[in-house]
């Protein structure tokens, strides 16, 4: 059994316009092991997953499934052969109830009523989904639609399940369920593809990990055996950095002070935000904690000025700004790292340079009263491409020809651009690969020192304790706690954020 | 321009906070609510006035004959944006079905027209699919050329075919049109009972005779349409591989969904629909043959008339039936009876503000109360409504209650955007 | 990646030469000589006064056509353009009529009173979408119809309307407010043209070099990432409702001031949505939008020729319908088409250089 | 039970809801004259118009739109038939067609030749005016319109009100509920013409009748002659209010009110040619009694025909009863009982005895 090989990849290549995101990638999966797959971010993970499950195909190279070969011209024709997948990004419909998104595509196996509901049920008690079949998807949090996500592929009956970085947005504990589900699946005889940034994760879960490298396969090692750091050296050929902040650079300056903040919406009884103060001062990263879902990003746009409070004040260096809209508390000196960098951080088709104004559109370089000035943005832009290691052809592409990290690193250089006296950085690495990770990292830290104010959000933990000088954790709405970045771990910091009673440290 | 008709740049934030909200009543019982609420506010408006138009049968069947395009219409549009698919070259399908109805009827019989309507509303479907599915192109070019080519074409046809029979370019013979059914016994019950003018019971009588007479099949069928579409798109697979389509096509996909078959099929679905309800001009009793430019903007009404129920049969149903409806009142009743619904009008803030003081929304209600204030001052204080702007009264209706509505639309997710095939994230 | 010259041009090209081959088909069809029919087209242009006519015609499309393309700027469908610009007229025309006032200072009068007019008509519905969030088309189409019913009462003789035989219309403007054209051959180009192509210019300006066109369009790109950004998202629907109406407050004026300087009731309508198509057209861009206009003016011109010749003048309905749809099916091939070739040059470098390209995390 | 409605539609109550009354107290029918044609203009002289090359240009519908352009298009027939003539040559206008198309039609016109040219409709007035100048030589008409004043230019208008008159007559005597009604199409002046002659003719005859006068649309909104769905819920509207004779004059929508007088027991009055005999309202013409015509046609060839013998000044300065420009159809014999009566009005009218106006009157 052990040598039975479930797939087989041979000579995969697959080129888009401008791009080889495979060349000549073999890689060989046995029944019933979970099979890591690491590289950077472009590295060409996802395309070849995509190939694997028939929503691309192949310019060249064979797939083999279970010994015979097979070609896929579509997803179905995977799902056939028992290949199920969870995409990178969910693949999910909003406004479709949880039971339309499981059953959809699959409705010739129970149809999409009584029988289907009761399938889908038993599969929900077995993977800890406690959500309403019939609510619209859209209610749920991360963590239950990454639960939807597997049911899906279960539900399907697949029993090779490609896992493309599901860990992600999810925090410790949650990760943890999500392993140990895995394993149970795995010595039930199912075969896993797994895909993460996140090393001591692939080295807790994968029995085997193949690593690529600019679309194609450097090698496979045995995660055991192999460190972390040799395996980041394998992806990147360079060190693993770490988010550790050196030396402290509080002072006694509080730039950002919220006190009373309260947020309800309309017609609503439940408050998204009760009762929230905080302060961050000059040269301190003050990190919050929370599983997501729990108003932190609520949060994070109460203090833009995207929300408008229903209570409490805030104030930016002693300045009331409660009444102020998002643009004058970003002249006010708010840079501002949105979660979501596609949807709030920048405009896709449009060059960098003219991403370079967004948020900016009212100040030099960039402007000059009501005119543009197009110059003086293409001047900073280079300037930011350059010093942040931005990867790109030139200033006039598009933004969403940069892969995701240089997109991050784009977003970070402008909002240091504009000499805030606060930065709020809300996942300011989620996707990112290993170096740019550390580029982005280094730049926060050196903006630290230099006396600017952070409020760091982050489903990293070790990003969170790494670089934080104050942690406070955030759950339904309120700040619960506040820890010492400097002595919790991610498992205690885990059980605040949850809520559950922490072990007692003997 | 990428996503067509983006219903809301005002832009929310991200994140859902709502917590999940159950749905205490089922959809078709809020349905015969509401229904059940306008027969009393419009009896009770009746009564007061003295003006029976209101109420009466022949409001109700015009209001039915006016709202069978309309609504045929907004279900085509609803099968095609379920899938993803913008359409608002509904007004040009429906065009091409005016045509193909004069056309088939005239040489086969009213059945053979309305199978001919829907097939040339299928073409301009398929046009349509093939513009935007195939080729990507912007839903709204393809739809705005899709009824500039409607017209063009019938145009023509009616030119090179209609006029060596009819003698006039513009217009097609006389074609044979639906019978029509009562059921007689009911409906003369009805009659007497709506000739009692017994309150409540005679508006009702008078509402219920003008849905049960002289009603054709085309009528019967496009009203049973709603359900079934209803049913087809909520309640089967294949309506909810449709559906998932316009919420996510890229989803649809990696779940082996074909995406670009679904899309064609409802884009073709959709033109047949305004296909037929072009036809819905021609061939009932009184319909009109084929004549040039007989739609009148309808096919833009019926697009409206979707977005105003909210993307769903039932309220696309409703939107289409208020307009008809007073479209119906307006040209049978004239002044008058727009005065009337005024009042009605004024009756139904009155309900409005009574709740929105009930649920503590003091702003609301303290508009209500304006609006309420307003409109009553104008039923006090003129005797005849401006004679210019009657005719109007259904589109002033329809903004009136959009504005009053509280506004929870929400379109398809995918409306309007350009899929591709494997180009997913 | 700037699209070649070539994938510009290429494709209108196409999409004429599918039109063409459409309309013969067509012709054909009915029996007509299509060379007759292409022939009177053509040569309309050297007859008479058809060649100004065009331009003339032009400019009122072209007006129409960035009034609805600023709302597009930002995923605004402005459907009531159509009703805005009518409104205007009118308005302008009884203001025109009715005032006394030197010359220039009347015609300025005549023209802001339109822009506002136009303006305040697109105001109902931007209010509308912004505070009770009710989607512009619907409001929009059912504004063009009530916009019938009002200038059915402003033209009444009850109210501002003179009856001249059997029509009625609004008061004429006295020649003070009238703006002069260009005398050319038997036909004169209106002055109006000129304010056109400063709409034009003000347009692609406010667009591409004011924080304003900035906003606008980061507002159409990504109403979020616009929202992050400090654009007031509901300010701009509002601007842009507003702007765009007031554009199409123009759009009856080049008529009004340079020809007809009274408003009938039967005064053509339908500029509004031809300029939907010529917005289309033209992808937005103010110089697509001016070789869309005089391509649409050209077309509706074509049909009294193409009448005179015996065709069906009904081919150039079709005609405009195809165009519309073909070129942007070109554009759409011709980019693939670019892909391709792209894709199949990537392929070829990789024999020799794969790192180079095949580089991750950049293309 | 379910039953398939008869033809007539018997399930629905007979027309003049609830007052069935015997029908109008009328007015003594004024005497003299009961006499045939009044335009009789004697036995007119050959004449012959193979010199001239004739063109018409057409309101939207053109030759076919069984209406004031087919009517039209019917007098050149038969002038050509007639006289001879050399060449002629059709054109229409397109929908929302702007100024500049109708002047370029004409312009076209004349720069071929053509002349004398006729532009049917009074949308015409500015183009002729304009293109009227600048051929001085060429000779225009202009149908529904006499504002333009130019040597060059003739208009052919009509009394329409003189003939709306004696249908109004007509309807009153045919009612059974003593109550009409009037459907218009658009609310233009054009139309309020055919308003007030109607009106003022029901009056005459009797003067206690009830009138019920509707227009589908304000001016400016021409959907209102091209909307038969619409004409019909209007004159179902005047019906069930208790009209029972309903005048329509309201274009392609005419259809609809003919049908909604058929499907409820009604009578129906034409407008513009004898609409008994149209093609396109056949399925309703039982209930077509009589129709108002306007003889576009009789104008058009009367003009080719001065114009060919040179007596354009002879030509009426508006075409009316007198000069049999307006008239009504005795098609299907519905009022053949009541003609004598109806003549007689004609003559009174003929013999300015009564004068019609052409402006409704409340
Ligand atoms: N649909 C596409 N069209 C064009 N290029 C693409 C497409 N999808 C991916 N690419 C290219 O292929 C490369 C590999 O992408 P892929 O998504 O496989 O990377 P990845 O290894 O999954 O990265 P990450 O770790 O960030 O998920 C990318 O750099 C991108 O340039
Ligand atoms: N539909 C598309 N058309 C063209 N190029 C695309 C498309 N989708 C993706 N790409 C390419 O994909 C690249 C980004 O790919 P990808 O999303 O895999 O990057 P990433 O680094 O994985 O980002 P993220 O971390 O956000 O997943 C870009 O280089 C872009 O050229
Ligand atoms: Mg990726
Ligand atoms: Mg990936």
């Given amino acids: 059994m052990a040598d039975e090989k479930a797939v087989e990849l041979e000579g995969i290549t697959k080129r888009f316009p401008g791009v080889v995101a495979n060349s000549d990638i073999h890689l060989e999966v046995r029944a019933g092991e979970v099979h890591a797959v690491c590289g950077e971010n472009g590295a060409g993970k996802s395309t070849l997953m995509k190939i694997l499950y028939g929503m691309q195909q192949p310019d060249e190279g064979t797939i083999k499934v279970n010994g015979e070969l097979v070609r896929f011209r579509n997803p179905s024709d995977a799902i056939k052969v028992g290949i199920g997948m969870v995409h990178q990004h969910f693949m999910l419909a909003d406004n479709l109830t949880v039971l339309e998104n499981i059953v959809l595509g699959a409705e010739g196996l129970h149809g999409i009523g009584a029988k289907a509901r009761k399938k889908v049920a038993e599969l929900a008690r077995r993977t800890g989904l406690n959500a309403d079949l019939d609510i619209a998807l859209e209610y749920l949090g991360v963590a239950d639609r990454q639960r939807v996500e597997i049911i899906k592929v279960l539900y399907r009956g697949a029993k090779i399940v490609i896992l493309d970085e599901p860990t992600a947005v999810l925090v410790p504990q949650e990760v943890d369920d999500l392993f140990e589900t895995v394993r149970q699946m795995r010595a039930d005889g199912f075969t896993f593809i797994f895909i993460s940034h996140k090393l001591d994760e692939v080295r807790a879960i994968a029995d085997t990990v193949t690593v690529i490298r600019r679309g194609t396969t450097v090698g496979t090692a045995d995660p055991k055996t192999i460190s972390s750091r040799q395996l980041a050296e394998m992806m990147v050929g360079s060190e693993l950095p770490s988010p550790e902040t050196r030396e402290s650079t509080v002072t006694e300056t509080a730039v950002l002070s919220a006190s009373g903040l309260r947020l309800q919406e309309a017609g609503s009884a439940r408050a998204i935000l009760d009762d929230i103060d905080l302060v961050v001062h000059a040269g301190e990263v003050l990190g919050i904690a929370g599983v997501e879902g729990n108003g932190q990003t609520e949060l994070v746009e109460t203090i833009m000025g995207m929300r408008r409070s229903t209570d409490g004040t805030v104030s930016l260096s002693g300045k009331d700004i409660t009444k102020l809209g998002t643009l004058a508390r970003r002249e006010a000196g708010i840079g501002y790292i949105a979660e979501d960098r596609t949807r709030h951080g920048l405009l896709l088709t449009q060059p960098l340079w003219a ?17 543009l000035d197009i110059a003086g943005a293409k001047k900073d832009t280079r300037r930011i491409v350059e010093d942040y290691d931005v990867r790109t052809p030139g200033i006039e592409v598009a933004a969403a020809a940069l892969s995701g990290g240089n997109q991050q690193k784009l977003v970070v250089g402008r909002e240091l651009s504009g000499d805030p006296v606060l930065l709020i950085a809300s996942h300011p690495t989620r996707g990112v690969d290993v170096g740019a990770q550390a580029l982005i990292w280094e730049h926060i830290r050196q903006a630290r020192a230099a006396g600017l104010a952070v409020l760091l959000i982050s489903a990293d933990l070790d990003e969170l304790i790494g670089l ?30 949850t809520g559950a009673p922490r072990e007692v440290k003997s | 321009m990428t996503a067509g008709i983006a219903d809301s740049p005002v832009a929310g934030p991200v994140t859902m906070a709502v917590p999940p909200k159950r749905r205490k009543i089922p959809g078709w019982l809020s349905g015969v609510l509401w229904a059940v609420g306008a027969i009393a506010v419009l009896s009770t408006a009746s009564y007061l006035t003295g003006n029976s138009d209101l109420t009466s049968s022949t409001t109700t069947q015009t209001a039915l004959r006016l709202a069978l395009p309309i609504l045929l219409a907004a279900l085509g549009g609803l099968w095609a944006e379920r899938a993803g698919v913008v359409n608002i070259g509904l007004e040009g399908m429906m065009i091409l079905g005016t045509w193909g109805a004069a056309w088939g009827s005239y040489h086969g019989g009213v059945w053979v027209g309305l199978l001919v309507a829907i097939l040339f509303g299928a073409i301009g479907g398929l046009l349509h699919a093939i513009a935007t599915v195939t080729f990507g192109v912007n839903h709204i070019v393809s739809g705005v050329a899709i009824n500039l080519l409607g017209l063009g074409i019938t145009k023509y046809l009616a030119h090179l075919i209609f006029e060596p029979l009819s003698g006039n370019p513009r217009q097609s013979p006389v074609v044979p049109k639906f019978d029509t059914y009562s059921a007689t016994g009911l409906t003369n019950w009805l009659a007497d009972l709506e000739t009692q003018q017994r309150v409540v019971l005679s508006d009702v009588a008078g509402i219920l005779r003008g849905l049960l007479t002289q009603v054709a099949p085309l009528t019967m069928i496009a009203v049973l349409l709603v359900p079934i579409s209803y049913i087809v798109l909520w309640r089967t697979r294949f309506g909810l591989r449709l559906r998932s389509c316009g919420e996510n096509p890229v989803a649809a996909e990696s779940l082996g969904v074909n995406v670009y078959r679904f899309k064609y099929i409802a884009v073709l679905i959709s033109g047949g629909l305004a296909g037929m309800g072009g036809a819905s001009l021609v061939l009932l009793k009184d319909g009109a043959d084929y004549l040039e430019n007989q739609t009148n903007g309808r096919g833009y009404i019926g697009l ?87 005719p109007y009264a259904p589109h002033f209706v329809t903004l009136i209650v959009l504005a009053v509505a509280s506004q929870r639309l929400r379109m398809p997710q995918a409306d309007g955007f350009i899929y591709k095939r494997g180009q997913g994230s | 990646m700037k699209s070649s010259l070539r994938a510009k041009l290429l494709p209108p090209a196409l999409a004429i030469i599918f039109s063409v081959l459409l309309c013969t088909v067509a012709l054909l069809i009915s029996g007509d000589n299509p060379l007759d029919a292409f022939g009177a087209m053509i040569g309309q242009l050297g007859r008479g006064t058809t060649a100004v006519d065009t331009i003339n015609s032009g400019a009122v499309y072209y007006i129409a056509g960035l009034a609805v393309a600023i709302g597009f700027q930002m995923n605004l469908f402005n459907i009531g353009v159509e009703g805005q610009y009518r409104f205007a007229a009118v308005v302008a025309a009884i203001v025109g009529g009715g005032v006394v006032l030197p010359p220039v200072i009347h015609t300025l009068v005549i023209i802001i009173v339109a822009v506002l007019a136009g303006a305040l008509y697109a105001l109902v519905p931007a ?81 591409n070099r004011t924080r304003f066109g900035f906003e606008l369009k980061a507002s159409g790109e990504s109403p979020t990432a616009a929202t992050a950004g400090g654009v007031d998202a509901r300010k701009m629907v509002l601007t842009a409702m507003l702007l765009s109406g007031g554009i199409a407050g123009l759009t009856g004026l080049p008529e009004l001031l340079g020809r007809d300087h009274e408003y009938l009731q039967t005064s053509p309508a339908g500029y509004g949505f031809a300029g939907i198509a010529v917005a289309l057209l033209g992808r937005n861009h103010p110089g697509g939008i001016a070789l869309g206009a005089l391509l649409w003016a050209f077309l509706d011109k074509s049909a009294v020729s193409l009448d005179n010749v015996g065709v069906p003048q009904e081919i150039t309905t079709i005609m405009q319908g195809a165009i519309v749809l073909s070129v942007v099916i070109a554009y759409e091939i011709v980019r693939r088409m670019e892909l391709a070739a792209e894709q199949r040059r990537v392929g070829r470098q990789l024999g020799r250089d794969t790192s180079d390209i095949a580089a991750g995390g950049s293309v | 039970g379910c039953a398939k409605d008869s033809g007539g539609g018997s399930t629905t109550p007979p027309a003049g809801g609830g007052t069935q009354a015997s029908g109008c107290k009328f007015s003594p029918v004024p005497s003299g004259g009961s006499g045939g044609g009044g335009a009789s203009s004697g036995t007119p002289a050959k004449v012959d118009a193979s010199a001239f090359k004739v063109g018409l240009a057409y309101d939207i519908g053109g030759r076919g739109d069984a209406s004031f352009n087919d009517s039209a298009a019917a007098g050149l027939d038969k002038a050509k038939s007639d006289m001879g003539v050399k060449e002629t040559k059709e054109l229409t206008a397109a929908p929302n067609e702007t100024e500049d198309a109708k002047q370029s039609r004409l312009r076209q016109l004349a720069g071929e030749g053509f002349s004398p040219i006729v532009a049917v409709g009074f949308a015409y007035a500015k183009s002729v005016e304009a293109v009227a100048k600048e051929f001085p030589n060429v000779k225009f008409a202009i149908v529904d319109d006499d504002t333009v004043k130019l040597p060059n230019v003739t208009g052919l208008v009509f009394a329409e009100e003189q003939g709306s008159f004696l249908v109004g007559v007509a309807a009153a005597y045919k009612s059974k509920g003593c109550h009409v009604g009037f459907v218009g199409g658009v609310n233009v002046p054009l139309i309020q013409k055919f308003e007030a002659g109607f009106k003022q003719g029901v009056k005459a005859a009797a003067p206690d009748a009830k009138i019920e006068s509707e227009y589908i649309t304000p001016a400016g909104d021409f959907t209102g002659f091209q909307d038969p769905a619409k004409g019909n819920v209007v004159a179902a509207g005047e019906i069930s209010r208790g009209a029972d004779v309903v005048y329509q004059a309201a274009g392609a929508s005419g259809k609809g009110v003919f049908e909604a007088a058929k499907g409820k027991n009604a009578l129906a009055i034409g407008v513009d040619s004898d609409q008994y005999n149209q093609k396109t309202v056949e399925n309703s013409k039982d209930v077509i009694i009589t129709s108002m015509l306007k003889r576009v046609d009789v104008a058009v060839y009367d003009y080719v025909r001065a114009v060919a013998g040179n007596t354009l000044s002879s030509l009426p300065k508006r075409f009316d009863l007198k000069a049999d420009g307006v008239g009504y159809a005795t098609s299907g014999g519905k009022i053949d009982d009541i003609k004598a009566t109806l003549d007689a009005y004609r003559q009174q009218i003929i013999d300015g005895k009564i004068t019609v106006s052409d402006k409704p009157s409340n």
């Fill in chain 1, 468 to 497: 934080s000088d104050r942690i406070v954790v955030m759950l339904r709405g309120r700040l619960v706690s506040e820890e010492d970045p400097a002595t919790v771990t991610p498992e205690d910091l885990g059980c605040a954020m």
């Fill in chain 1, 355 to 371: 991403n370079r104004m967004l948020g900016y559109q009212t100040r030099e370089p960039v402007s000059r009263g009501q005119w």
């Fill in chain 2, 304 to 390: 409206a008339a979707m977005i105003f129920g909210n993307w769903r049969p039932g309220g696309l149903a409703a939107g289409s039936a208020l307009f008809g409806y007073t479209d119906g009142l307006q040209l049978s009743g004239r002044g008058p009876a727009v005065l009337a619904l005024l009042y009605a009008a004024v009756l139904l803030l009155v309900i409005v503000v009574v709740v929105q003081l009930f649920r503590r929304k003091w702003f609301a209600a303290g508009a209500s109360v304006l609006a309420a204030g307003l409109l009553y001052a104008i039923y006090f204080s003129v005797d005849e409504l401006p004679r210019d702007l009657t």
């Fill in chain 3, 127 to 207: 209010l509308l979408k912004v505070y009770r969030g009710v989607s512009e088309v619907i409001s929009t189409i059912m504004l063009n119809a009530i916009a019938l019913g009002l200038i059915a009462y402003l033209v009444s003789t009850d109210a501002f309307g003179v009856q001249v035989g059997n029509n009625i219309g609004t008061e004429p403007i006295p020649e003070s407010g009238w703006m002069p054209g260009i005398p050319m051959g038997t036909g004169t180009l209106f002055g109006f043209v000129f304010i056109a192509a400063l709409v034009g210019a003000g347009y692609w300006v406010l667009l």
